[in-house]
Every structure is written in C-alpha cells, then in structure tokens.
C-alpha cells in the first residue's frame, strides 16, 4: 500500500513568519515529489515539483527532498494571508509506466495578519 | 488557452439515479486522470488514461463506477446507479506524459451530492 503522509492540521502562522509543511511517503523508490495548493473550493494547482535530494527554491517557496528519510517539505518564506490554503503533498511511484500520483490528505494552513 | 473544462459544475441527484461527468482535457495532453475528493478520504485517484486507453482503475470504488475516453478531447466518468455514499468532489486532470516532469493540470471539479 503506498502512503503519502500529511499532519492535517491546521497550522496557524503569523503573518510575515516562515510556514513548515511535512510530507512522509513509504515507496524508497519513488521518484517525483509535487506540492499543490488548493484553495477552499478551488481545484489544486501545482506550486513546487522536486525531483532529487536537496534543496529547490522558487521565490518564497522553498521544497526539501531527503530521500533516505522519505520526507519532502514545503517551507514558505514571509507568509501572506493569501498563503492561506489547503497544501497537498504529491508522490508519483517509481514502475514501469507508473504515472499517477498519490495524494497525501492535506495540511491545512491559516496566516494569520 | 483554455484549461481542463468539466461539466456539470454543480449535480444533485436522488439515490438510484445515473449520473454522468464530464471532461474535456487541455488540447495536446496525452494522459487523462479522474479523481475523487472527500473530507475522509483525500483525494483518491479512480482511472486513468494514456492516449484514450484506460491504464489503471484499480482506483473505481465498484461496479457502478465506470469511465470512458472515445477520443483525445473527451472523457466521461458514469455512477450507475448513484448512491449517498458517491457524494463527493470529482476531478479531471490532464497530462502531457514526458518523463518524471509530468505536471497535472485539474479541472475546477464537479460537486455530486446524492440524495
């Protein structure tokens, strides 16, 4: 069974302050890590994708990939209330012609102005 | 451009009836994805398509569930008969399958609620 694991929270930030997002998922042989955001009501929408260990920044966002201990994370540098959302933690499993992703349920996230 | 398009946005129906969703993926993506959302479960992947072949749907929760792609710009994802129990958020997202960089891309989804 592959699991993709989130703290569901909710995690509540002040506005400015750095969020932290965790992701843990049981395939060592997973190869693709994709964080989606998703507003209430909304469709997820692609903000991070990581592909090897290390680190990955895109403006305020920040992905973490550690392979050996199976987690990814999501840090967000100077929070807006915009920020606000709901982040899914994305894995796409390692096969041949293994394209789907599996999601993990969602760490909701409050900033709090 | 014109993202992935569902319809109905919105669906109510009354337990036993048949129900039909609806997507037109983005124009040139080769691979079509249907999901299901709920507060309990997340969001579960149903069945997905490579270049109108069904590939895995091991996902569709029985027999009621069932999914069809005819050709590259059109899918459509059945419940007959529905149940309370379908009631959720239904997602079609799309892909244009190139190594490990596959973004999907999601449709504004449609709320099914089964009375």
């Known amino acids: 069974q592959k699991e993709v694991e989130q703290n569901s929270g909710p995690l509540s930030v002040p506005e400015g302050a750095i969020a932290s997002l965790n992701c843990t998922y049981s395939d060592r042989g997973s190869q693709s890590f994709f964080w989606y955001r998703q507003y209430s009501g909304k469709s997820p929408e692609l903000i991070m994708s990581i592909y090897s260990n290390g680190d990955k920044e895109d403006g305020r966002f920040t992905a973490q990939l550690n392979k050996a201990s199976q987690y990814v994370s999501l840090l967000i540098r100077d929070s807006q209330p915009s920020d606000s959302a709901t982040y899914l933690c994305?894995?796409?499993?390692?096969?041949?012609?293994?394209?789907?992703?599996?999601f993990g349920k969602g760490t909701k996230l409050s900033v709090i102005p | 451009d014109a993202g992935v398009i569902q319809s109905p946005r919105h669906e109510v129906t009354e337990m036993g009836q048949e129900v039909t969703l609806r997507c037109k993926p983005i124009?040139?993506?080769?691979?079509l994805f249907w999901y299901r959302q709920t507060m309990m479960r997340g969001l579960e992947l149903l069945i997905y398509?490579?270049?109108?072949?069904?590939?895995?749907d091991s996902g569709m929760p029985e027999d009621r569930f069932s999914a069809k792609m005819p050709n590259a710009s059109f899918s459509t994802l059945k419940i007959q008969p529905s149940e309370p129990r379908d009631s959720a958020v239904y997602f079609c997202?799309?892909?244009?399958?190139?190594?490990?960089?596959?973004?999907?891309?999601f449709g504004p989804g449609t709320r099914l609620t089964v009375l």
């Open positions: 994305a894995v796409r499993y390692s096969g041949a012609g293994s394209y789907q992703l599996t």
């Open positions: 997202a799309s892909t244009l399958l190139a190594g490990a960089n596959n973004e999907q891309f």
């Open positions: 124009s040139g993506h080769n691979s």
């Open positions: 398509f490579n270049n109108n072949v069904p590939i895995d």
